[in-house]
Protein backbone atom coordinates (compact mmCIF):
# COMPACT_ATOMS: atom_id res chain seq x y z
CA UNK A 1 0.00 0.00 0.00
CA UNK A 2 0.79 3.71 -0.16
CA UNK A 3 -0.05 6.38 2.03
CA UNK A 4 -0.14 9.90 0.60
CA UNK A 5 -0.48 13.05 3.00
CA UNK A 6 -1.25 16.53 1.02
CA UNK A 7 -0.45 20.31 2.47
CA UNK A 8 -0.20 23.53 1.21
CA UNK A 9 -3.56 24.17 -0.05
CA UNK A 10 -5.39 27.62 1.32
CA UNK A 11 -6.73 30.70 0.05
CA UNK A 12 -5.15 33.20 -2.09
CA UNK A 13 -6.11 35.97 -4.51
CA UNK A 14 -6.53 35.54 -8.40
CA UNK A 15 -3.11 35.78 -10.08
CA UNK A 16 -1.48 34.30 -6.89
CA UNK A 17 0.56 31.02 -6.87
CA UNK A 18 0.33 28.16 -4.56
CA UNK A 19 2.61 25.36 -4.21
CA UNK A 20 1.16 21.90 -2.84
CA UNK A 21 3.35 18.99 -1.23
CA UNK A 22 2.51 15.56 -1.15
CA UNK A 23 4.45 12.92 1.36
CA UNK A 24 3.83 9.58 -0.10
CA UNK A 25 5.46 6.46 1.89
CA UNK A 26 4.54 2.25 1.99
CA UNK A 27 5.48 0.73 -0.93
CA UNK A 28 7.04 3.45 -2.63
CA UNK A 29 9.16 1.07 -5.40
CA UNK A 30 6.08 -0.44 -6.46
CA UNK A 31 4.82 3.63 -8.03
CA UNK A 32 4.77 4.32 -11.63
CA UNK A 33 3.36 7.62 -11.65
CA UNK A 34 2.62 10.11 -9.18
CA UNK A 35 -0.34 13.04 -9.78
CA UNK A 36 -2.43 15.63 -8.86
CA UNK A 37 -6.47 15.55 -9.82
CA UNK A 38 -8.86 18.00 -8.22
CA UNK A 39 -12.68 18.31 -7.93
CA UNK A 40 -14.66 21.26 -7.85
CA UNK A 41 -18.01 21.17 -6.29
CA UNK A 42 -20.56 19.91 -8.65
CA UNK A 43 -18.38 18.58 -11.18
CA UNK A 44 -16.60 15.54 -11.67
CA UNK A 45 -12.69 14.76 -10.28
CA UNK A 46 -10.06 15.93 -13.10
CA UNK A 47 -6.69 15.05 -13.94
CA UNK A 48 -4.48 18.05 -13.27
CA UNK A 49 -0.91 16.91 -13.41
CA UNK A 50 1.22 13.90 -13.55
CA UNK A 51 4.69 12.38 -13.58
CA UNK A 52 5.65 9.38 -14.14
CA UNK A 53 8.78 7.49 -12.53
CA UNK A 54 10.93 8.10 -15.60
CA UNK A 55 10.47 11.81 -14.91
CA UNK A 56 8.24 12.50 -17.98
CA UNK A 57 5.61 15.14 -17.13
CA UNK A 58 1.49 15.41 -18.64
CA UNK A 59 -0.74 18.52 -17.78
CA UNK A 60 -4.10 19.22 -18.22
CA UNK A 61 -4.89 22.09 -20.93
CA UNK A 62 -6.48 23.90 -17.80
CA UNK A 63 -3.35 24.42 -16.57
CA UNK A 64 -0.67 24.12 -19.00
CA UNK A 65 1.82 26.52 -18.65
CA UNK A 66 0.96 27.96 -15.13
CA UNK A 67 1.66 24.43 -13.51
CA UNK A 68 4.93 22.65 -12.82
CA UNK A 69 5.28 19.17 -11.10
CA UNK A 70 7.68 18.09 -9.41
CA UNK A 71 9.26 15.12 -7.18
CA UNK A 72 12.06 15.19 -4.53
CA UNK A 73 12.72 10.72 -4.67
CA UNK A 74 14.86 11.79 -1.55
CA UNK A 75 12.04 13.37 0.75
CA UNK A 76 9.19 11.43 -1.23
CA UNK A 77 7.60 14.21 -1.68
CA UNK A 78 5.58 15.07 -4.72
CA UNK A 79 5.16 19.16 -5.62
CA UNK A 80 2.34 20.73 -7.67
CA UNK A 81 2.79 24.66 -8.11
CA UNK A 82 0.34 26.59 -10.35
CA UNK A 83 0.97 30.15 -10.72
CA UNK A 84 -1.48 32.85 -12.13
CA UNK A 85 -4.37 31.39 -10.14
CA UNK A 86 -7.66 31.90 -11.35
CA UNK A 87 -11.35 31.19 -9.68
CA UNK A 88 -11.82 28.46 -11.46
CA UNK A 89 -8.83 26.89 -10.04
CA UNK A 90 -11.10 26.58 -7.27
CA UNK A 91 -11.45 22.74 -5.51
CA UNK A 92 -10.25 20.28 -3.66
CA UNK A 93 -6.56 19.10 -4.59
CA UNK A 94 -6.05 15.00 -4.27
CA UNK A 95 -2.31 13.76 -5.03
CA UNK A 96 -2.10 9.85 -5.70
CA UNK A 97 -0.06 7.38 -6.75
CA UNK A 98 -0.39 4.85 -9.79
CA UNK A 99 1.50 1.51 -8.47
CA UNK A 100 1.68 -1.85 -9.97
CA UNK A 101 2.82 -5.03 -7.44
CA UNK A 102 2.86 -8.75 -8.70
CA UNK A 103 1.11 -7.70 -11.92
CA UNK A 104 -1.72 -5.71 -11.02
CA UNK A 105 -2.10 -1.74 -11.31
CA UNK A 106 -3.63 -0.24 -8.69
CA UNK A 107 -4.34 3.54 -7.63
CA UNK A 108 -3.80 5.46 -4.16
CA UNK A 109 -5.17 8.98 -3.15
CA UNK A 110 -4.52 11.30 -0.16
CA UNK A 111 -7.00 12.82 1.60
CA UNK A 112 -7.17 15.98 -0.25
CA UNK A 113 -5.98 19.67 0.67
CA UNK A 114 -8.86 22.66 -0.31
CA UNK A 115 -7.29 25.29 -2.65
CA UNK A 116 -9.71 28.39 -2.78
CA UNK A 117 -8.83 30.96 -4.77
CA UNK A 118 -10.93 34.81 -4.77
CA UNK A 119 -11.40 37.29 -7.90
Known amino acids: QVQLVESGGGSVQAGGSLRLSCVYS????????LGWSRQAPGKERELVASIASSGSTNYADTVAGRATISRDNAKNTVYLQVNSLKPEDTAVYYC?????????????WGQGTQVTVSS
Open 26 to 33: GSISSITA
Open 96 to 108: HADIIRWGVPDLY
